[in-house]
């Protein structure tokens, strides 16, 4: 499942000829979002507002629409231009709103021709498109689409079915981000579903030796082999982090929601993870109030946060989504969705507070943002009093933390 918790705004630099993009949902639509700036600009929209939109959850499609009717008022004369997975399963819903000029389909949205006059709207399947990320870090697309069929999701009808960037385009693409990046981080719908995961991420390592740092974003538990666990393990510039869409903690729930993992594996997963890197944190994706969900059900959930000692953790009320079987099963109260969800965070937050305490006295390579802030090879923010420019990777020593950002002073 791809997730981000909260809209990427990315506004147009002073004197730029670059568009301005409000991004919603995942990783991989940050990364094209990038791309669709250039494009844009190129075509003629150099002043629009790009609205990259998410189908995740119908919270993340209010935002969308809410942001576009704000800019409409503020600017009225402003081309506000659509896209996303919202976007291209409902295209004629977003087209309606005030001050849209153009609505661009997930398939077209990477390729030049669909920003110039006469393009196709809309699309089924999107391409594999190269982007850096707008901070210090870049964010490689090397997978689209999804060849399953989890029963809350909708995505696969916004991004079709799974493929893969070629090799030899995914490291000419990383020898270009890391000549401005310290970090690349590794995205896509179905990010495990890579035909060869493992062996791209050491093609990347070997030929783009200058790269700092690989990250991976989220993952599958179980498309995780053996030859993952290798990678995992043997190499250093790989960070220790891993962010596991895990969905739920009780077999029940995961077999209504059609998921290929259970329970077990994911507690036998953290356990081989750490293993193989004792300084390795753990994160998740998962959903409160799931239908049928019980009060033991939910319960369980939140033990797995304990028991896998999952840090750091993206949470859904459950959002019934027109056309997926999950939207036709009995359906819990808003409310209670809401207030499981809040349980899992709290769960989520006390194990992180507990992960972060565990640093302290460590001595941590930090990557800086423009805002001071930097994070760590585990994930985890960082501040000091005096950071260094964006974009450098500096070593300091943790004093303290406040259960939510280390602090740290250089060495």
């Avoid at 576009?68 to 709103?97: F, K």
């Avoid at 609505?103 to 699309?123: C, D, F, H, S, T």
């Avoid at 999952?310 to 999950?326: D, I, K, N």
């Avoid at 207030?339 to 302290?360: P, S």
């Amino acid at each position: 499942m791809c997730s981000w918790p909260a809209p990427w705004r990315r506004p147009s630099p002073a004197r730029s000829r670059l568009a301005e993009t409000l991004t919603f949902g995942c990783r991989l639509n940050i990364a094209e979002s990038e791309t669709m700036r250039a494009l844009a600009a190129r075509a003629g929209f150099a002043g629009a507002l790009i609205v990259n939109t998410c189908a995740v959850t119908a919270e993340a499609e209010a935002q969308a629409r809410q942001a576009i009717r704000r800019a409409h008022r503020e600017n009225p004369a402003r081309p506000i231009l659509v896209t996303g997975c919202a976007a291209q399963i409902a295209p004629a819903r977003w087209a309606a709103l005030p001050g849209v000029a153009r609505v661009i389909g997930n398939g077209n949205k990477l390729r030049p021709e669909a920003w110039g006059e006469g393009a196709p709207a809309i699309a089924r399947a999107a391409p594999i498109g190269v982007a850096a990320g707008g901070g210090t870090r870049a964010f490689l697309a090397v997978q689209q689409g999804c060849d399953h069929a989890c029963t809350f999701c909708i995505i696969p009808q916004g991004r079709g079915p799974a493929r893969a960037l070629p090799v030899p385009e995914a490291v000419a693409a990383a020898r270009r981000l890391a000549r401005h990046h310290a970090e690349i981080v590794l995205t896509g719908v179905d990010l495990a579903s890579h035909p060869d995961l493992p062996g791209l991420i050491r093609t990347l390592l070997r030929e783009v030796p200058e790269l700092p740092r690989l990250r991976l974003s989220s993952l599958d538990p179980a498309a995780l082999d053996d030859r993952f666990w290798a990678v995992f393990a043997e190499e250093a510039r790989l960070m220790p982090q891993l962010h596991l869409s895990a969905q739920h903690g009780h077999d029940l729930i995961l077999a209504r929601m059609r998921r290929r993992h259970r329970r077990a594996d994911l507690l036998g997963l953290a356990r081989r993870a750490r293993a193989l890197r004792p300084e390795a944190a753990l994160g998740a994706d998962l959903i409160a109030g799931f239908p049928t969900e019980t009060e033991e059900h939910a319960r369980a959930s939140e033990a797995l946060v304990e028991e896998a000692g999952l840090a750091f953790l993206h949470v859904f009320p459950f959002s019934p989504r027109a056309g997926t079987p999950a939207a036709r099963m009995p359906q819990l109260a808003p409310a209670l969705r809401r207030e499981r969800a809040a349980r899992l965070r709290a769960a989520g937050a006390a194990v992180r507070a507990r992960f972060l305490a565990g640093r302290l006295g460590a001595v941590e390579s930090v990557l800086f943002e423009a805002d001071g802030r930097g994070m760590t090879e585990q994930g985890a923010p960082l501040r000091t009093a005096l950071p260094p420019p964006a974009g450098t990777l500096a070593r300091l020593r943790v004093v303290a933390q406040d259960g939510a950002t280390l602090h740290g002073e250089a060495i």
